[in-house]
């Protein structure tokens, strides 16, 4: 995870999304969570922040290590294979305040309700200002007609997210919906496609003409046309398709005229994996992809500069500080959200729950 984390230039905030934590197979889908897959992906998170951080820290300036130099979870939440995990660096969390941290969870794939598809998010006060991080993973499929699937559900997480009040939350400040946040972060595999036909686009990947095959990306079509996610920003796409690579540890896109083993998918290579922001007050500093060979996407990163609004002790006015939160969307790997997948459904799982 090393490179992917971008270490060496350690933020303040690190916001984790992941998908396919565990293979989509029907006994997942409907089964228990498994407590143990969020634990070990959260160990080796805390191992890589604090020890790798820890070490540039020390390269560079051996007298500032401290035990508020750590990272600390505030936030862990999984659904079935999509998983969110929200790290801030202690020192942050001593000079502002973090509060009202709740989740929520949203399963719309198979039949609308199972957690195969569908988002994580975490809710958040830091100091005066909102946030609300969501990770998810959108339907799949590059028919025609497959970006409206995509579309609805992105419709359906905004309706049906939702954030219980606690009793210190009965405020206006504190939102209880998604888009009741004043900073919003939306990523994950978000599955838009390329309206083009596969040829095509390995041609324009072949002359890395990033700009050319835009033009054909379904995501920012939704976006220009308000489709979806209206008002809402993504940075400059200046890498490589994330989507679909062959076999591990491969560089190559799956298809194109290449054999392929048994089964395989054949994919017009797509920018999957978004990251996505809504409000005021945020400035994309970095948007890249990584190189991590173990599934078949590429994982991506963002890295912000937003402001939060922090009250002044004198006057108890409310000033802007800016600081730094970086959102991943990893590649797939092989708490409870909405469970209203019931057994008599089994027939239809087998054919329809997988799929990335």
Same mark, same amino acid.
């Given at each position: ?8 230039? $350690? ?11 565990? *293979? ?10 498994? *407590? #143990? ?19 540039? =820290? ?10 508020? !130099? ?28 973090? &509060? ?9 794939? @198979? ?10 998010? @975490? ?27 995509? !579309?609805?559900? @992105? ?5 049906? +997210? ?24 939306? %990523? ?12 095509? $686009? ?36 200046? %890498? ?8 591990? *540890?491969? !560089? ?17 290579? $797509? ?10 007050? @945020?400035? =994309? ?8 060979? %173990? +599934?078949?996407?590429?994982?991506? +990163?963002?890295?912000? &500069? ?7 002790? #004198? ?6 500080? !800016?600081?730094? *939160? ?8 092989? &708490? ?10 089994? &027939? ?9």
């Amino acid at each position: 995870m090393d490179e992917w984390l971008n270490l060496k230039n $350690a933020a303040d905030i690190y916001v984790l999304g992941f998908q396919e934590t565990v *293979p989509l197979k029907t006994l997942t889908v409907i089964g228990a969570e498994d *407590p #143990s897959v969020a634990t070990n992906w959260n160990q080796l998170i805390g191992t890589t922040l604090n020890n790798k951080f820890n070490y540039h =820290q020390k390269m560079e300036s051996p007298s500032s290590i401290a035990g508020n !130099n750590l990272y600390r979870v505030v936030a862990s939440k999984k659904m079935v294979g999509v998983l969110m995990s929200v790290w801030i660096r202690e020192e942050v969390m001593k000079k502002y305040r973090v &509060s009202n941290v709740r989740v929520s969870s949203v399963a719309c794939g @198979v039949m609308g309700c199972l957690g195969n598809k569908g988002s994580v998010a @975490v809710s958040m006060l830091i100091e005066g200002t909102s946030f609300c991080f969501v990770a998810a993973h959108l339907a799949s499929g590059e028919k025609k007609g497959d970006e409206g699937r995509r !579309n609805h559900q @992105v419709a359906e997480i905004f309706r049906r +997210s939702s954030f219980a009040r606690t009793t210190t939350s009965h405020h206006h400040r504190y939102p209880l919906t998604i888009l009741g946040h004043e900073r919003i972060f939306w %990523f994950g595999d978000l599955n838009y496609r390329l309206y083009l036909k596969d040829d095509f $686009a390995r041609n324009l990947i072949r002359k890395q003409d990033w700009k050319a095959l835009q033009e054909f990306d379904q995501l920012q079509k939704e976006l220009e046309e308000g489709g979806v996610f209206e008002g809402w920003k993504e940075g400059n796409i200046e %890498f490589a398709p994330t989507y679909k690579y062959a076999s591990s *540890p491969s !560089n190559l896109y799956c298809g194109g005229g290449l054999p392929t083993r048994s089964g395989g998918k054949q994919r017009t290579p $797509a920018w999957c994996d978004r990251i996505l922001w809504y409000g005021k007050g @945020v400035e =994309q500093l970095q948007y890249i992809r990584s190189e991590s060979k %173990f +599934s078949d996407h590429r994982p991506v +990163s963002a890295l912000f &500069s937003t402001q939060i609004e922090v009250k002044s002790s #004198s006057n108890g006015l409310m000033e802007p500080e !800016n600081i730094t *939160p970086t959102m991943w969307q990893p590649d797939h790997g092989v &708490s409870q959200g909405d469970e209203d997948g019931k057994p008599t459904l089994l &027939s239809l799982l087998d054919k329809n729950v997988q799929g990335c």
